[in-house]
């Protein structure tokens, strides 16, 4: 009975693994007792005594004796890659997906992988499937494909935790391959097609955006810029304009003083008369250019009295600002004359009444 459970277990694991996983993992065999035997290196032998466990032998060469003792199991301590074999298992948002993956184990101690388990890799196949089961339970299918890494830590700290007593380390833990429902893969499809569009029209409003604040931007450099250049012009030509009438007023200040010192020298009555004449003979050629009404005195081919009105008209005006000149200088020595008067009369006032005394 106990032989039949043994041949159906083995018949299980055949179907679970391939040959030549087989091959790679049992290459050795169970070797024949042969009292001189050379262990390959990266292997253990477990070696039994009258049906009990004996010893482990090492790599290199060992002895045994004949007969009571024997090699009951081969125990390889590479790294070994198992294929998990492809299975269901739903999500937390219910959506059921096939997956299969790899597990990378090694065998640290022989004894226990030889004598806790019956099939130490069967019971890790076992293991690695009911564990992604449960730890792809635990989470949504978007975080299945974000979380892949932290998915695969925690299915190898659960193998971990459950074969420790059997011998086994479990390094790392890959998922290989994920297939997912038609209909899921379509509406994974649209969803994202439709978050590229999303971010197409986003990209696209944040260009138009940053364009029209760049444009406006400009526009207002520029009108600034205008105003400034306004401003500088403005300035620069009121500056001129200052600056012209200045040099304006100072050359008519010039000329008339130089009038002024040429009329009060000799003939210079003279001088002035020819000039108002040449300009009256000069004004009266420009009449009727630009219009034809015109307003002409009485007398505009007399010459000389134009010329003579014009020099009464100066003297008269020399006149006034001679007076009022003269008028000034009376008011400013008005009172010392007075003074001068008031003491001259107090002088007479005191001779009399002294010669009333005498």
Request: a neutral charge; hydrophobic letters at 40%; one cysteine or more.
């Amino acid at each position: 009975m106990l032989k039949l459970i043994r041949n159906s277990h083995s018949f299980k694991r055949g179907v679970t693994l391939t040959a030549h996983q087989q091959q790679v993992r049992l290459r050795s065999g169970l070797p024949m007792n042969t009292v001189v035997l050379f262990v390959p290196q990266q292997e253990a032998w477990i070696v039994e005594r009258f049906g009990k466990f004996h010893r482990t032998l090492q790599p290199g060469l060992n002895f045994l004796l004949p007969v009571v003792d024997s090699v009951k199991y081969v125990q390889t301590l590479k790294e070994l890659a198992i294929d998990i074999p492809q299975q269901s298992a739903i999500t937390a948002d219910n959506v059921n997906i096939q997956i299969d993956g790899v597990l990378y184990l090694k065998v640290i101690e022989p004894y226990k992988a030889s004598y806790g388990v019956e099939d130490a890799e069967y019971a890790i196949t076992q293991l690695a499937q009911t564990t992604m089961r449960s730890e792809i339970g635990k989470i949504t299918l978007d975080t299945v494909f974000r979380e892949r890494e932290l998915l695969n830590a925690a299915i190898v700290e659960s193998i971990n935790k459950a074969a420790e007593t059997w011998g086994v380390d479990c390094k790392r833990y890959e998922i290989r391959d994920m297939r997912l429902p038609a209909r899921v893969q379509e509406a994974m499809q649209m969803q994202v097609e439709a978050e590229r569009k999303k971010r197409a029209a986003v990209l696209e409003s944040e260009g138009i955006r940053e364009a029209e604040i760049n444009v406006a931007e400009g526009r207002k450099r520029a009108r600034i810029l205008i105003s400034e250049a306004y401003l500088t012009e403005q300035v620069n030509q009121a500056k001129g304009e200052a600056e012209a009438l200045v040099a304006t007023a100072t050359a008519k200040q010039r000329a008339i003083e130089l009038i002024a010192d040429a009329i009060s020298k000799q003939n210079g009555v003279n001088a002035v008369s020819m000039s108002v004449a040449e300009q009256y003979v000069s004004a009266f050629g420009n009449l009727a250019k630009e219009g034809n009404t015109i307003l002409l005195p009485t007398n505009a081919g007399d010459i000389s009295s134009l010329v003579t009105q014009a020099l009464s008209i100066y003297t008269t005006l020399s006149n006034r600002q001679t007076s009022s000149s003269s008028v000034k200088n009376l008011n400013k020595l008005s009172p010392t004359l007075s003074s001068e008067s008031q003491q001259s009369e107090s002088k007479g006032a005191a001779q009399e009444s002294s010669s009333a005394q005498l």
